[in-house]
């Protein structure tokens, strides 16, 4: 009898290994718990089989037991097959209320509140392909997904902000294509040259291994032959070193060729601090924007407190004047997990032909080109995936081609992920 009963809980215990690997988290709790109920159901027949055994009765009721244990491992099997798709599908996102307040020369102004909502739906249809799925509120800007609040509680804007698929079928290889986040390494987010809500929209690929790294991207303004077909393409390189224990060095260096030069506005009949010309009655920017971008960090402990000090400078070579913009910063501490906090300070300087104005950062000097000025910032986990922050922004816009008008912007927000 005990025989039989040991091969009644092996069938239990390994059926039940080789099915947890795939079976999602309440359906183990609920097998669990019939094991556990089968367990005492064991325990009671031996105990009755003890009993019978005593009374000089040889006939033991055991094999309907077993049958109904492997019944159950069955049916948890199938249903495991049945929902294994769930498995390899995730949502992720964030959530982010800001409140601002805008003062600039000339200008009434301005204080609104605003929020921006994200969320991706990430399959994994095997283990070297992934497709995602992404909508965030705000307009079609390419570079904002913030939505201001108002309207007598008009309903909101949402829209495409991912749609890709990215293959990993080589080691230390990814090729994404489709509409996706930036490819490049950026140094502290820095949005010198990119906004962090862009999303390129084309071709890309990449490889890394513990020190080098190398990205490279085809990025359209226009794919339709129709419309002037033209993208943007750019290729980088990179290293990440460990000097010492708790020193960190990473440098990288990156081509884009933005080709602009008698091409009417690209978006909203705007050229956001860029240079332009008349021709043929038409404005038109007067510059391709032929970029050469260094960025740099290190990262090191100071009394048990993370610093980084970095630096990102861009210059483009087809510009004849006013070609070149730079940021330098500093940030004490690293908002990750509950109860950690930071601090960070930067300068920056962006000349009007420096870069592609329609993509730099929308929040600093109000977006764009031409401005210069002082940013702070400082963030709390109030748990691991709630925080608040504040940013300031002071300096002028405008410098170059004119008037200039000094610009300051506070925001105060609060967020999650999920």
């Known amino acids: 009898m005990k025989k039989v009963m040991s091969v009644a809980v092996a069938s239990v215990l390994f059926g039940s290994v080789g099915v947890y690997a795939d079976v999602p988290e309440s359906e183990w709790r609920e097998f669990k718990e019939q094991y556990a109920a089968l367990a005492n159901r064991v325990n009671a027949l031996e105990a009755e089989n003890q009993k019978l055994k005593a009374m000089g009765v040889g006939t033991f009721v055991t094999v309907e037991d077993l049958s109904a244990t492997n019944e159950k491992i069955a049916t948890l099997e199938k249903q495991n097959k049945s929902t ?190 860029n240079s332009t010309i008349s021709e043929n009655g038409e404005e038109v920017y007067q510059y391709d924007y032929n970029l050469y971008n260094l960025s740099l960090g290190v990262s090191f402990n100071l009394f048990d407190m993370a610093v980084t000090v970095y630096g990102d400078y861009v210059e483009n070579d087809d510009a004849d004047d006013l070609e070149t913009g730079y940021l330098a910063g500093v940030k004490l501490g690293k908002a990750k997990a509950q109860g950690s906090w930071q601090v960070q300070y930067q300068y920056e300087d962006l000349e009007a032909d420096a870069t592609l104005g329609l993509i730099t950062d929308s929040d600093f000097m109000g977006g764009g080109t031409d401005g210069e000025g002082h940013k702070f910032s400082a963030k709390y986990m109030i748990d691991n995936a709630w925080y608040v922050g504040t940013t300031y922004f002071d300096g002028s816009r405008g410098v170059d081609l004119g008037n200039d008008a000094d610009y300051t912007r506070l925001m105060l927000d609060t967020g999650f992920k999920y």
């Not at 991706?120 to 997904?145: F, Y």
């Not at 790294?213 to 359209?220: E, I, L, P, T, V």
């Not at 794919?223 to 060095?249: C, H, M, P, Y």
């Open 84 to 273: 294994s798709w769930a498995e390899s599908v995730k949502w992720k996102g964030d959530f982010r209320y800001r409140y601002e307040d805008i003062e600039e020369d000339g200008k009434n102004d301005r204080d609104r509140n605003r929020i921006r909502a994200r969320a991706a739906l990430i399959a994994k249809p095997s283990d070297t392909t992934e497709v995602g799925l992404g909508l965030a509120t705000g307009g079609d800007d390419p570079v904002s997904t913030n939505q201001t609040l108002g309207g007598g509680g008009s309903t909101k804007d949402v829209r495409l902000d991912l749609g890709y698929l990215r293959w990993t079928g080589l080691e230390n290889t990814y090729v994404t294509a489709g509409k996706f986040k930036n490819n490049y390494y950026v140094e502290q987010k820095s949005s010198l040259i990119w906004d962090g809500d862009f999303r390129p929209e084309g071709i890309a690929a990449g490889w890394s291994n513990d020190m080098f790294f190398a990205n490279a991207s085809y990025n359209f303004i226009e794919s339709d032959s129709r419309n002037d077909d033209d993208g943007i393409w750019g290729a980088q390189v990179g290293a990440e070193f460990t000097l010492f224990e708790s020193l960190k060095l990473t440098a990288a260096a990156k081509y884009l060729d933005i080709p602009t030069k008698g091409r009417t506005a690209i978006y909203d009949d705007d050229f956001f601090g």
